[in-house]
């Protein structure tokens, strides 16, 4: 996780506000102590499961096996890697809605740059390592900071993923922003810090320590000292301290721009966790490698019996009676071709020894256990990709992974949940910080380059805090899923649904109807019945003038239709061809030219003085 968030010196030359010291240091080192004995159970649970997706199985077994085949198959981690692989095809996007009329322009703007700020901030990463961590542990925490350094000191929003080794908050509550402390403790290099805070002297963490994984690498920690970042909330505000090495480095209380107001207007911590499995009465939950450890244990046992067998029968052994005087240096030598005997050789003297195949009830065995597995994960067969006999037709094979993909589903739901806490906070974040004009570069729907400008000011009105709804949506980026789509657009086009005669029953059937897009398609409809609309009058009118020119010059009606681009008996011509627009345009310059016929007509019939 970076560097906090904000700038850790007063933002005002004003004489900062004594209220903070290191008495107080010293009892946020103690409810530190306090919150740590607290997860400690979880924080080697953490570290089991990291081992366990390393197929490591071993180091948290008590040590190395004693057999001389010890496999460790992958079938936890395929379950991981095809739930990690729904997440990431069906990545949130946010859609801001108002909640009152005024306030919808504000709503669109903030709908096209929030996805620029998040991508700025490196969501996409974020993200997908979050993905991975609630997989494995059952609970990833996505971090929303404040950078006031970032942006060349203009400041920003940033975004991170923090380990929950590194976070701690009090034991007895279920909701981390029910705690009335939170610490998030890392490791930093003291000359970082020496650099930061000079005139300092940073030496131990005095007994403070955060759990390690175990690592591959060598690792110096003794260059490097415990930063905490001590959270806590006083009178609804949100505060802030920082110490290391228990020294006071900074306080939101002693600084004059912070002390009355807090750290963040939303008054929350900016932590938020996304549970995969909850547990009752506490902020964090289980994953998928609590679920599969032991069937997966299961598993390389069997494989370890099936193994050890199969190596058994493919290296012969024999019983050699001493009496034979068999060489046994070129028994054992299968690149001779003779072998020196002394004795007799037959079965009594000279036999091979028989190892028996296993039961075939353990291998039935080993594969209902790697059915157990799949089943319990929620990775079928046909979720991955495979099919069961018998199943070719395209619409069957989707139709089965969408039975399939109950859990993926549910499991995005509660993903989406967290993405718009997430996104509220940026919001809250634009709403507190965003004083200068900034100026984001979007995407356009016709998909050309906008930049469009933007400033809290817009969220700043007088005597009313314009309040926003979060609909989150997955971007789809499973070609099946896009190739779906447009089988069902093309679906749609067939049953004439855009045909503009058509629009009423096409708009009572959609209303009917629920999918992604909806409220596109109803647009398109409508515009098709309107342009409709508009040929209709437009040919109307080219008729009216058409009989009146008749009426005229004496001239026959079907001549007048055909001068004027039109076809169809008297007073009723045909509709013109082609899409609503190109009709709308055939029908005016038919309009055009059959004005100009009358206005030629009634010219003539002047000039002749011939009456009415």
């Given at each position: 996780?970076?560097?906090l968030?904000?700038?850790?010196?007063?933002r005002?030359?004003?004489e900062?506000?004594?209220r903070?010291?290191d008495?107080?240091?010293?009892e946020?080192?103690?409810?530190?102590l306090e919150?740590?004995?607290?997860?400690?159970?979880?924080?080697?649970?953490?570290?089991s499961?990291?081992?366990?997706?390393?197929?490591?199985?071993?180091?948290?077994?008590?040590g190395?096996s004693?057999?001389?085949i010890?496999?460790h198959?992958?079938?936890?981690?395929n379950?991981?890697?095809?739930?990690?692989?729904?997440l990431?095809?069906n990545?949130?996007?946010?859609?801001?809605?108002?909640?009152?009329?005024?306030?919808?322009?504000?709503a669109q703007v903030l709908?096209e740059i929030i996805p620029v700020?998040?991508?700025?901030?490196g969501f996409?990463?974020?993200y997908?390592?979050?993905?991975?961590?609630k997989?494995?542990?059952?609970t990833?925490?996505?971090?929303?900071?404040?950078?006031?350094?970032?942006?060349?000191?203009?400041?920003?929003?940033?975004?991170g993923r923090?380990?929950?080794?590194?976070?701690?908050?009090?034991p007895?509550?279920?909701?981390?922003?029910?705690?009335?402390?939170?610490?998030?403790?890392r490791q930093?290099?003291v000359?970082?810090?020496?650099?930061q805070y000079?005139g300092m002297?940073?030496t131990g963490d005095?007994g403070?320590?955060?759990?390690?994984?175990?690592?591959?690498d060598?690792?110096?920690?003794s260059k490097c000292?415990?930063l905490?970042?001590?959270y806590?909330?006083k009178a609804?505000k949100l505060?802030?301290?920082?110490?290391?090495?228990?020294?006071?480095?900074?306080?939101s209380?002693?600084?004059p721009?912070?002390a009355?107001?807090?750290l963040?207007?939303h008054?929350k911590?900016p932590?938020?966790?996304?549970?995969?499995f909850?547990?009752?009465?506490?902020p964090?939950?289980?994953g998928?490698?609590?679920?599969?450890?032991?069937?997966?244990?299961y598993?390389d046992?069997?494989?370890?019996?099936?193994?050890y067998?199969?190596r058994l029968?493919?290296?012969?052994?024999?019983?050699?009676?001493?009496?034979?005087?068999?060489?046994e240096?070129e028994f054992?030598?299968?690149?001779?071709?003779f072998?020196?005997?002394?004795?007799k050789v037959?079965?009594?003297?000279?036999?091979?020894?028989?190892?028996n195949?296993?039961?075939?009830y353990?291998?039935?065995?080993?594969?209902?256990?790697?059915?157990e597995?799949?089943?319990?994960?929620?990775n079928r067969d046909?979720?991955s990709?495979?099919?069961?006999?018998?199943?070719?037709?395209a619409?069957?094979i989707a139709?089965?992974?969408?039975a399939?993909?109950k859990?993926?589903r549910?499991?995005?739901k509660?993903?989406?949940?967290?993405y718009?806490k997430?996104?509220e906070?940026?919001?809250?974040?634009?709403?507190?910080?965003y004083?200068?004009?900034?100026v984001?570069?979007v995407?356009?729907?016709?998909?050309a380059?906008?930049?469009?400008?933007?400033?809290?000011?817009q969220?700043?009105?007088?005597?009313r805090?314009p309040v926003?709804?979060?609909e989150v949506?997955?971007?789809?980026?499973?070609?099946f899923?896009?190739?779906?789509?447009?089988?069902?657009?093309?679906?749609?086009?067939?049953?004439?649904?855009?045909r503009p005669?058509m629009?009423?029953?096409?708009l009572?059937?959609?209303?009917m109807?629920?999918?992604?897009?909806?409220?596109?398609?109803?647009e398109?409809v409508?515009?098709?019945?309107?342009?409709?609309?508009q040929?209709?009058?437009l040919?109307q009118?080219?008729?009216?003038l058409?009989?009146r020119?008749a009426?005229?010059?004496?001239e026959?009606?079907?001549?007048?239709f055909?001068?004027?681009g039109?076809q169809?008996?008297?007073?009723?011509p045909r509709q013109v061809?082609g899409?609503?627009?190109?009709?709308?345009?055939t029908?005016?310059q038919?309009?055009?030219r059959?004005?100009s016929l009358?206005q030629?007509?009634?010219?003539r019939?002047?000039?002749?003085?011939s009456?009415?």
């Open positions: 996780m970076k560097n968030p904000f700038s850790d010196e007063p005002e030359a004003a900062p506000v004594k903070v010291d008495s107080a240091v010293a946020g080192f103690r409810l530190l919150y740590k004995r607290g997860k400690s159970v979880l924080e080697q649970r953490i570290i499961n990291e081992e366990w997706y390393r197929l490591r199985h071993n180091r948290v077994q008590g190395a004693k057999s001389p010890d496999p198959s992958a079938w936890l981690l379950s991981l890697m095809n739930k990690h692989a729904d990431m095809d990545m949130p996007v946010p859609a801001i809605l108002p909640r009152e009329r005024s306030d919808e322009q504000t709908g700020i998040l991508e700025r901030a996409d990463e974020i997908d390592r979050c993905s991975w961590y997989l494995k542990n059952g990833a925490c996505y971090g929303v900071f404040w950078d006031g350094g970032a942006d060349g000191g203009l400041g920003d929003i940033t975004l923090v380990d929950l080794l590194n976070l701690f908050w009090e007895s509550v279920q909701d981390i922003q029910d705690s009335p402390n939170l610490f998030c403790v930093v290099p000359e970082i810090l020496r650099e000079p002297e940073f005095r403070l320590t955060v759990e390690q994984y175990i690592r591959d060598a690792r110096d920690d000292v415990l905490v970042d001590w806590y909330k609804g505060h802030l301290i920082k110490f290391a090495s228990g020294k006071l480095l900074y306080a209380e002693n600084d721009a912070l009355e107001r807090g963040y207007d008054g911590y932590f938020v966790f996304d549970t995969l909850p547990l009752e009465g506490l964090y939950g289980f998928f490698i609590d679920v599969m450890r032991d069937p997966q244990t598993i046992q069997l494989d370890q019996c099936i193994l067998n199969a029968a493919g290296r012969p052994r024999w019983y050699i009676s001493d009496s034979t005087g068999i060489n240096e054992a030598d299968w690149s001779r071709d072998v020196h005997v002394a004795g037959d079965e009594e003297h000279l036999r091979q020894i028989t190892v195949p296993l039961n075939a353990i291998i039935n065995h080993r594969e209902a256990k790697i059915a597995m799949k089943e319990t994960s929620a046909v979720s990709g495979g099919t069961q006999s018998g199943v070719t037709a619409s069957a139709a089965m992974q969408e399939g993909n859990v993926s549910d499991m995005l509660s993903s989406y949940r967290t718009r997430v996104v906070l940026v919001i809250e974040l634009i709403r507190q910080f004083d200068v004009g900034r984001f570069r995407v356009a729907e016709n998909g380059a906008e930049y469009v400008s933007f400033d809290g000011q969220m700043a009105l007088e005597g805090r926003f709804d979060i949506s997955p971007q789809k980026s499973n070609p899923n896009r190739l779906s789509q447009n089988e069902f657009a093309k679906e749609l086009y067939q049953a004439g649904i855009f005669d629009a009423d029953q096409a009572a059937m959609l209303d109807m629920e999918f992604e897009g909806k409220q596109k398609v109803v398109k409508q515009q098709g019945q309107t342009l409709f609309q040929v209709q009058a040919q009118a080219c008729a009216q058409a009989q020119v009426a005229t010059t004496g026959d009606p079907s001549g007048l055909a001068a004027i039109m169809g008996q008297t007073g009723a061809g899409s609503g627009s190109s009709q709308r345009g029908a005016a038919a309009y055009d059959a004005a009358a030629g007509a009634e010219q019939r002047l000039e002749r003085g009456p009415v």
